[in-house]
């Protein structure tokens, strides 16, 4: 019987060659990224960054899936292992040994999620024999080579360990992955001291307040620096390549609550237990301080007290009507005392106030029990001429608080979508981590259920506030100047 032998087409012949030559580089190329995980790693926009600062203190606050924990960990493995992609930046790169600590909240999470990434990016080679456990099976310690020839050393270590295990070691690299408490925080920075370390956070804004109101709303971007990143921002690297599915993240914001989208979806640092002005986004609303254009009004607000600080802010209005924060004095002292502090810092500024406006119920205060004169007449004589009572409506001015800060976060900030309030970085720090921190009031645990929810705030941080609305409720703009003599004991209306 003759057979029909067939020759295979020379085109089909050729590509099942090029297909077996794609797998074969497909599949190497696998086992060198398997092998050298940290050379492949790519950061998306919002984590490079993170990788570029050059900050002591740096805070990567984000929502769920956005990058932050596999971003600390390349950052671990590239300072262990003297290993840098081409894209990290030269002048952060180490040529010599480290010594890192990771903190992760419980053995368990350095179990299922520290580990597999660090074993994903550390090269298989760079590993110094077997990595230490502790008795009970978690990751406590792994010696890696540096290409200098030396060893680094990297401990993982839990905050269910006793605090006394985070004393007396020196680090030249700490990373927290996700919020510390207040006294661990001390503990880790103490051994940062004596080789200049850098202190990383990766956190999802949920817990710990402290860290908020002393790093985050202190972030100057030279100390301190802080990035929020959105989950959208891990869709693409940086080369353009997809990270996560915009029909993933639809679902995922679907499933939870509409009061904690702002969190796990946007990596902002909202407690669920009631912050007022939620409006507030730092990466917009504070700017960095600049010179006060000449010929834009300048307002000063007092809010003094008997035996809290007095407080004042100065703020400039545009040729747009927007409002810049771009001054504060937080002091004791008499009326007179404070006046000539006000003075002095208006002449080193080289400000000329045209408006001054001050606190309507401690302003109408007698300056003692059976005195005629009046605190608002004490600050009048000392030199603060022309002061006026301001508008005291406590929700009328948070309504106005919250209209100028507004603006749709769902859209790119520009011309026709922005806030008219702004806060300077450093002249008006304390005044923006108040506001920004103020709370509302709360029922005790055994009757929060029992009870409608209160609509006054608390005291902690609420003279920011005062001094804001007794400024936006006058309505300022930028044509706007002193008020007639006549006026000065009326209400701004």
């Known amino acids: 019987m003759q057979k029909n032998l067939r020759k295979m087409d020379p ?11 794609l797998e074969q580089i497909e599949s190497l190329l696998k086992k060198r990224k398997d092998e050298s995980g940290i050379l492949y790693y790519t950061p998306n926009p919002k984590q490079y960054k993170f990788h570029c600062s050059k900050a002591k203190r740096i805070l990567y ?23 840098y992609p081409d894209w990290y930046p030269e002048h ?35 590993i110094v024999g077997k990595p230490r456990r502790h008795s009970y099976g978690y990751l406590a310690q792994v010696d890696v080579r540096h290409k200098s020839g030396g060893v680094s050393q990297v401990f993982f270590k839990s905050q269910e360990q006793k605090l006394m295990s985070f004393e007396g070691s020196d680090y030249d690299i700490a990373i927290s992955d996700e ?93 669920l237990s009631g912050i007022v002005f939620k409006e507030i986004e730092p990466s917009v609303h504070r700017i960095e301080d600049h010179k006060v254009p000449t010929d834009s009004p300048v307002i000063s607000v007092t809010d003094p007290h008997d035996r809290n600080p007095h407080w004042t802010i100065w703020a400039y209005i545009d040729k747009t ?18 006046t000539a502090k006000m003075l002095a810092h208006e002449k080193y500024m080289n400000w000329r106030v045209k ?65 008219k309030l702004y806060f300077f970085k450093d002249g008006a720090r304390e005044t923006y981590r108040a506001i920004s ?13 029992m009870k409608e929810l209160k609509e006054s705030v608390r005291d902690k941080n609420k003279h920011a506030s005062d001094v804001i609305r007794y400024l936006l409720c006058s309505s300022p703009t930028y044509e706007r100047g002193n008020r007639h003599e006549e006026d000065i004991d009326k209400p701004i209306y």
């Open 437 to 449: 921190n103020l709370q509302y009031d709360d029922w005790s645990k055994h009757l929060h259920d």
């Open 92 to 126: 952060k790169r180490r040529d010599i040994p480290q010594k890192i600590l990771w903190v992760s909240p419980t053995f368990e999470h350095i179990q299922n999620f520290v580990e597999p990434k660090f074993e994903k990016l550390v090269p298989k080679e760079s």
């Open 61 to 83: 606050v984000g929502s769920n899936r956005s990058g932050k924990t596999e971003s600390a960990m390349a950052e671990l493995v590239m300072h262990a292992t003297g290993l």
């Open 321 to 338: 009507d927007d409002v810049y924060i771009c001054g504060e004095l937080i002091a004791t002292g008499s009326p007179e005392e404070y």
């Open 355 to 419: 408006r001054r406006i001050i606190d309507p119920n401690f302003g109408n205060k007698p300056k003692a029990v059976g005195s005629r004169i009046r605190v608002v007449d004490q600050f009048r004589s000392a030199g603060l001429r022309g002061l006026i009572l301001g508008i005291d409506d406590d929700e009328a001015g948070k309504v106005k608080i919250r209209e100028y800060l507004k603006y749709d976060k769902r859209k790119p900030v520009d011309i026709s979508n922005k806030p």
């Open 11 to 21: 085109k089909k012949e050729h590509l099942k060659k090029y297909l077996e030559e």
């Open 179 to 271: 919020p510390l408490s207040r006294p661990l925080y001390s503990s880790i920075v103490r051994g940062l001291v004596d080789r200049g370390g850098v202190m990383i956070f990766t956190l999802t804004p949920i817990e710990q307040q402290w860290m908020k109101e002393e790093l985050c709303d202190r972030a100057d971007g030279k100390f301190i620096e802080m990035f929020v990143a959105d989950i959208h921002d891990n869709l693409f690297d940086i080369k353009g390549k997809p990270i996560l599915n915009k029909q993933y993240i639809k679902e995922f914001e679907d499933s939870i609550p509409e009061e904690e989208r702002e969190i796990r979806i946007h990596g902002r640092w909202y407690h």
